[in-house]
């Protein structure tokens, strides 16, 4: 069940600095979000932009521990984003080798994509990879909205015990958005 606080959290970054303040004064600050959750401790993406950018945005707003690999010769137009993030870069172009290595470096793995796909070879070689390795993978896709991907995140995360996670996925905008909104919910349940 996802509680209020939470809720009105993730609202309130869509609010103005003036509807945040209004929140904090009534008791609804963020308090919550470094030490309420203790399920999930550390996430694990590639930096390039989508999906796993804003996990690890996320990640450090949450004050969670983060990194990971980062392709050499990445889609990442802002170079200085392995630094931001504190981010390795992989020895081999292109995502097979950091996939790889991140899909191992944590508990668990989730893939976001904005429709079922599946001639997308990158998701296939992620599902594989995480088998291969023994690692739990769950495919989320935005057509059931928020609350069913934070359900389904939440159970996942329970069920494997996880407390670091790999995220990965579509590179497009409204996906990081998504990620964003899910994660800040299923990170707090």
Same mark, same amino acid.
């Not at 904090?24 to 600050?29: H, N, T």
């Not at 990640?59 to 980062?70: D, F, M, T």
């Given at each position: 069940m996802v509680s209020a606080a939470p809720m009105l959290h993730w609202l309130a970054d869509f609010a103005t600095a003036e509807h945040r303040r209004?929140?904090?004064?009534?008791?609804?600050?963020a308090a919550w979000l470094?030490?309420?959750?203790?399920?999930?401790?550390?996430?694990?993406?590639?930096?390039?932009?989508?999906?796993?950018?804003?996990a690890l945005e996320?990640?450090?707003?949450?004050?969670?521990?983060?990194?990971?690999?980062?392709?050499?010769?990445?889609?990442?137009k802002d170079k200085s984003v392995a630094r931001r993030f504190g981010l390795g870069v992989s020895e081999h172009p292109g995502f097979a080798d950091c996939d790889q290595t991140n899909i191992a470096d944590a508990e668990g793995s989730l893939w976001f994509t904005p429709a079922e796909d599946a001639g997308d070879t990158r *998701?296939?070689?992620?599902?594989?990879?995480?088998?291969?390795?023994? *690692?739990?993978?769950?495919v989320v896709v935005p057509g059931g909205g928020v609350l069913q991907a934070v359900d389904a995140i939440v159970r996942f995360q329970g069920d494997h015990a996880l407390r670091s996670l790999h995220v990965a996925g579509s590179s497009d905008q409204e996906t990081g958005?998504?990620?964003?909104?899910?994660?800040?919910l299923a990170l707090s349940c």
């Open positions: 209004a929140l904090e004064a009534r008791g609804f600050a470094p030490a309420a959750h203790r399920g999930v401790e550390r996430i694990v993406a590639c930096g390039e932009p989508g999906a796993p950018r804003a996320l990640a450090q707003e949450l004050k969670l521990a983060h990194g990971g690999i980062s392709p050499r010769g990445g889609n990442a *998701r296939q070689f992620f599902m594989e990879t995480a088998v291969r390795l023994g *690692r739990p993978w769950l958005r998504f990620v964003r909104a899910v994660l800040r």
